[in-house]
């Protein structure tokens, strides 16, 4: 451009000054760990970091304005996300119920999920009312139902595999119907969508309809551990981040089956780059 635009015959770029870029590289890696080796994902959060500072630098915020405003959308959000979790409560039928196999994969489920909360922890008391002891024999849900629960966990494992107390799969089995409730309606489904914080909505849920007795169930009374620990809330947070990915997995498989055209293209397309190597 200077030479193009400003006439200049030549340039000498050694008098050129990058101690600014240099500056701002540094600030990147100092913000991802003093790396020098930084990647994308690392430079782009590092930047949104640099921007928010900046931000706040020249728009002459003090801490407490800041706090204040964060303390108010927080509290605007929970108050909304009270008031779905009680209209999503209130439509609940509580009319789903698990075949054979969806029970055999729900005992397999909380025992993984079982397992992750006492690694998390590393409570004492949360693993000795979250997993069974030694071998457990097979769980009868119902007395209308003729099946057991346990049977596919007893098939595959090999020693190594956590088996959940009643309790546990209890809950996980009334997360599964209170999950798949949500999912079989669609006005559900979009309530749960478009809130911000769908896995916090769902623990409020779960915690509201495990006071309910549904259909000769129990209602599942709070498991909190001397060291404070929630049980309803961490295996109802991490029973939605598991059927959450199955879900987006879904909604994946249906966007690309409704656009049989456009996947076509890239099927022939792959072929054709495969059959070219």
């Known amino acids: 451009m200077i030479i193009d635009r400003r006439s200049f015959n030549y340039v000498l770029l050694g008098h050129l ?16 760990g003093a790396n ?26 003090c801490l407490c304005e800041i706090d204040e405003a964060i303390d108010r959308d927080s509290s605007e959000t929970d108050t909304a996300s009270d008031i779905a979790a009680d209209s999503i409560v209130d439509a609940l039928q509580f009319d789903c119920f698990p075949s054979s ?29 979250l997993i069974a002891p030694g071998e457990c024999e097979s769980i009868e849900m119902d007395d209308s139902l003729d099946y057991s629960a346990a049977t596919f ?60 007795q549904t259909c000769g169930y129990e209602p599942i009374e709070t498991n909190i551990c001397i060291a404070g620990h929630d049980s309803i809330v961490l295996i109802a947070r991490r029973f939605f981040n598991c059927v959450a990915k199955n879900l987006v997995k879904e909604f994946t498989n249906n966007a690309n089956q409704s656009g049989d055209s456009s996947s076509a293209k890239r099927k022939r397309k792959c072929m054709k780059l495969s059959s070219c190597i």
């Open 101 to 129: 196999s969806d029970a055999n994969i729900i005992y397999y489920v909380s025992g993984y999920i079982a397992r992750s909360i006492v690694r998390s922890t590393r409570c004492d008391y949360c693993k000795e009312s």
């Open 36 to 61: 020098y080796y930084i990647s994308t994902r690392q430079v782009l959060e590092s930047d949104q970091k640099i921007r928010a500072l900046s931000l706040l630098k020249f728009s002459k915020l």
């Open 17 to 32: 000054q990058s101690d600014a870029i240099e500056r701002r590289f540094g600030w990147l890696r100092q913000l991802s």
């Open 153 to 212: 966990l007893n098939s595959i494992n090999r020693g190594g595999l956590a088996r959940p107390t009643d309790f546990t799969f209890s809950l996980t089995v009334h997360c599964w119907r209170v999950f798949q409730e949500i999912k079989g309606q669609s006005e559900l489904l979009e309530r749960l969508l478009h809130e911000p914080n769908q896995q916090s909505l769902f623990c409020k849920v779960m915690d509201r309809a495990n006071c309910i």
